[in-house]
């Protein structure tokens, strides 16, 4: 059948339309479609050569936004104020710059709160509130990104040279460790100064959390983990004329919200622990005064394993200094006690708690338990919570006949105590968990029993500890590390 020139022209009316119909469904805020963004086939390209500038790190109550901005507007770039909310009190930003807000409000359209749709050139430039533009400078930036191999560009701000670290994100483990940088070709992984730092836009917002703050460290950790360099020109911007000093006042507002923007951020990232360049450190996870970092486990998998974590290195200290309580205690009231299962092939293996363990254990002698004062108030309270001076609590465990000692009362990370007793020369206990190394062993194990390093201190262990743990564990178990249940999740699987 042919088509007449008529139904040709009808035809292709009708799929205009639909096509032409099918944008419109896919901008935000038309009949709920598109997922309230535009289509990228249905807008012009976003990326226009040229520069953003980024202002995102300043105070609302003390800021130099409006001359940053002019200084800048002036060269002419144009200039993305970028906050939570509107600056109050109010800043008078000049023409070329912008205020984006981006906490989403029921009366605007999403598209306004989302920094991605704001900036249309190719690359941005994060800039510190305080800095002065100098000409060519953002070019010269630019220059260095597209024929380097580095994804960051850093120049420095005042008359401090930025000093270059390494940084290696071991999200695993949950730590950050900076460390000296730039003696492999000159790359830094971070800075450590006041830098305006440029990078290309695409590059920006492909990042999970692209303007978090402190956004500088935000940007460096989200690097480190895509293994992106970054490289430090020497020539610098100058920084404001300096303001008159800051009121005691509103430096203590200051520290205590970039102490608080810099816990969120690290939260949000999954880091806990942050070492830095001269050996300091930096926690952000659990306390003695909070709860630890993970829940109740089931099926002797801690919900960290699944997501391809390890134990959290707050945790890990927590267990290391219950375990040193513990044993102090234990030695000064004469109790015999030794190093027990996971714990025990820790030691042997790497002298620590297994990385990825949530508890230590220890075993005792069932009729030594009565020495140490803190069992036998335990006893006398009927199985109930019992804390010492340093805030560790002793307890009756509810699973069964032995004793668990807690971080505190707030923070659970404990030390299992588990008495034991001989029986025709065979250690043997009450209580069986069902664990595959829950096993009786002989007694000679522990004559004698012999010290070993564990945790930062050291401990009494079964002799022959190869030969115990592989009763245990089965043949190579000090050789062949594994989780606590491979049917759950074993070593290796989508780590």
Request: proline share 10%; with cysteine.
């Amino acid at each position: 059948m042919r088509l007449t020139p008529c139904q040709a022209a009808l035809a292709g009316a009708i799929g205009l339309n639909l096509l032409l119909l099918y944008c419109a469904w896919l901008r935000p805020g038309f009949g709920g479609g598109g997922g309230g963004g535009a289509s990228p086939r249905c807008r012009p390209p976003r990326e226009v050569p040229g520069v953003t500038v980024l202002l995102r790190d300043f105070e609302d109550f003390e800021n130099d936004v409006a001359g940053t901005a002019r200084s800048f507007a002036a060269l002419p770039l144009p200039v993305l104020v970028a906050a939570e909310t509107a600056p109050y009190p109010p800043v008078p930003l000049p023409p070329g710059a912008r205020l984006l807000l981006l906490r989403p409000a029921p009366d605007r359209p999403p598209r306004d709160s989302r920094p991605e749709l704001h900036v249309r050139t190719r690359h941005v430039a994060v800039v510190p509130d305080g800095t002065r533009a100098v000409p060519g400078l953002l070019e010269r930036m630019r220059a260095t990104l597209e024929t380097g191999d580095a994804r960051v560009v850093a120049a420095p701000v005042g008359t401090e040279p930025l000093r270059c670290l390494g940084l290696r994100v071991e999200l695993r483990e949950w730590t950050a460790r900076y460390g000296p940088g730039g003696v492999s070709g000159g790359v830094c992984g971070a800075v450590e100064g006041a830098a305006v730092l440029l990078l290309r836009t695409r590059d920006l917002f492909n990042l999970s959390f692209p303007l978090a703050r402190p956004l500088p460290t935000a940007l460096f950790v989200q690097a480190a983990v895509r293994g992106w360099g970054l490289r430090v020109l020497r020539e610098a911007f100058p920084a404001a004329p300096p303001a008159l000093p800051a009121s005691p006042h509103n430096r203590w507002k200051a520290e205590s919200l970039a102490g608080a923007r810099r816990r969120r951020l690290m939260r949000d990232l999954g880091i806990k622990l942050e070492v830095l360049a001269d050996g300091g450190e930096r926690w952000y996870g659990c306390t003695k005064d909070t709860a630890r970092c993970f829940g109740t486990v089931h099926a002797r998998t801690p919900q960290y394993l699944l997501a391809g974590r390890w134990t959290p290195p707050c945790c890990l200290r927590a267990l290391r200094e219950t375990a040193r309580h513990v044993v102090e205690a234990l030695e000064a009231a004469g109790v015999r006690y030794w190093l027990e299962g996971g714990s025990l092939l820790g030691a042997v293996r790497l002298r620590d708690i297994i990385p990825w363990d949530y508890d230590v254990d220890l075993g005792i002698y069932r009729e030594d338990a009565g020495k140490c004062r803190w069992l036998r108030e335990v006893e006398a309270a009927g199985g109930g919570a019992v804390e010492d001076a340093e805030g560790f609590v002793w307890e009756k465990a509810a699973e069964g006949e032995f004793y668990r000692v807690h971080y505190s009362r707030a923070n659970r990370l404990h030390v299992d105590l588990w008495p034991f007793y001989p029986r025709a020369g065979v250690m043997t206990k009450d209580t069986w968990l069902g664990h595959p190394q829950d096993v009786e062993f002989p007694e000679r194990f522990l004559r004698p029993r012999l010290p070993l390093p564990f945790a930062g201190f050291t401990a009494m262990a079964p002799n022959n500890a190869r030969e115990f743990l592989e009763l245990k564990f089965g043949p190579g178990a000090v050789e062949k590390p594994e989780y606590p249940n491979p049917a759950v999740k074993r070593l290796g699987q989508g780590d």
